[in-house]
């Protein structure tokens, strides 16, 4: 079966692919690598990514440059390695506003408890009315219980009361959804010191990830506004959302490389199960595979 991903990477793997074959028929030289270097940089992939696979080529013996581009995307990949998870967990999803953050949260919900899993949704976004309604909605469609309240000001008091009803339940898996937030908002960034505070010092029964989403369809913009969360929270990992739409795909390698932030999930759609694991080799194939 061909993956949503591999269909919605068609183009950059198009480009990519006349690229090489260029270069393939053409033997190196300043002008197909010009043409390669400029495929690569509208695919997301980054200067400096792209500038080290040139290199790579120049500077290679053979000419079977996709696989010395392939094992070097590789490598940037398995540099960052998730942590193996250990249970009970609870994830904590922030981002930029409108990343995809409800989305995947109850995305996520769905994805374990189809593996078995006991999971308790948190509406912690405590700003935006509609979000509430937006988790309800799909907790009811998916089934998993969720803890809100409506009247709640304080986004780590939701969360305090979630966690406690979950552990109270021997809950194993937590999912919180929070309010979006840009960096330039210095408020709203410490209020996520405090939703870790409050979930480390009373529930270190859970180990926390803390999950950042993406929108992959903004390119390198969405990588500056993403590294602006490290000065303020520790992030385990990323869900890189929308990668359906018009994402090029290269964003993979600068999160990797400039964040050291491993990919987790892969947001391919609107629905609840549009929701990949991220695979390196079936993500690179996808964008290398011709
Ligand atoms: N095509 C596509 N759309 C997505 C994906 N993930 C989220 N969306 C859409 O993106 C929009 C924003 O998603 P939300 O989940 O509300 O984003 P958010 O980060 O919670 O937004 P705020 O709470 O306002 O910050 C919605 O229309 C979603 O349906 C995805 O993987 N693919
Ligand atoms: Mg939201």
Do not use: C
Request: charge should be negative.
């Amino acid at each position: 079966m061909i993956s949503k991903l591999f269909n919605a990477l068609a183009k950059t793997r198009k480009s990519i692919a006349d690229s090489f074959n260029i270069l393939q028929k053409n033997k190196v030289s300043s002008e197909t690598l010009d043409i390669l270097e400029s495929t690569l940089i509208s695919a997301d992939i980054g200067v400096d990514t792209t500038s080290e696979i040139i290199n790579l080529i120049k500077t290679s013996s053979g000419d079977n440059y996709i696989q010395y581009v392939k094992d070097y995307m590789l490598s940037i990949l398995n540099s960052n390695k998730l942590n193996t998870q250990s249970f009970p967990f609870v994830k904590l999803i922030v981002g930029v506003n409108g990343t995809g953050k409800t989305t995947t949260a109850a995305k996520l919900a769905h994805y374990y408890k189809l593996k078995g899993n006991d999971v308790v949704l948190v509406a912690a976004d405590t700003y935006r009315e509609a979000a509430l309604d937006q988790l309800e909605i799909w907790s009811n469609r998916i089934d998993v219980r969720l803890i809100s309240n409506q009247s709640a000001k304080d986004p780590s008091s939701v969360i305090y009361d979630g966690m406690n009803a979950s552990n109270g339940q021997d809950s194993k898996i937590v999912i919180i959804d929070t309010a979006g937030r840009l960096h330039t908002n210095k408020n709203l960034m410490l209020e996520l010191e405090k939703m870790k505070r409050i979930i480390l010092e009373n529930f270190s029964n859970y180990s926390l990830e803390t999950m950042v989403t993406i929108d992959s369809t903004l390119g390198q913009n969405s990588l500056y506004q993403a590294k602006e969360f490290l000065n303020y929270i520790d992030i385990n990992s990323a869900t890189l959302t929308k990668m359906d739409g018009t994402a090029k795909g290269g964003i993979v390698f600068g999160l990797n490389k400039e964040l050291n932030i491993p990919i987790e999930f892969l947001g391919i759609g609107e629905n609840i199960e549009d929701l990949e694991k991220f695979d390196y080799n079936h993500y690179i194939n996808s964008l290398l595979d011709i």
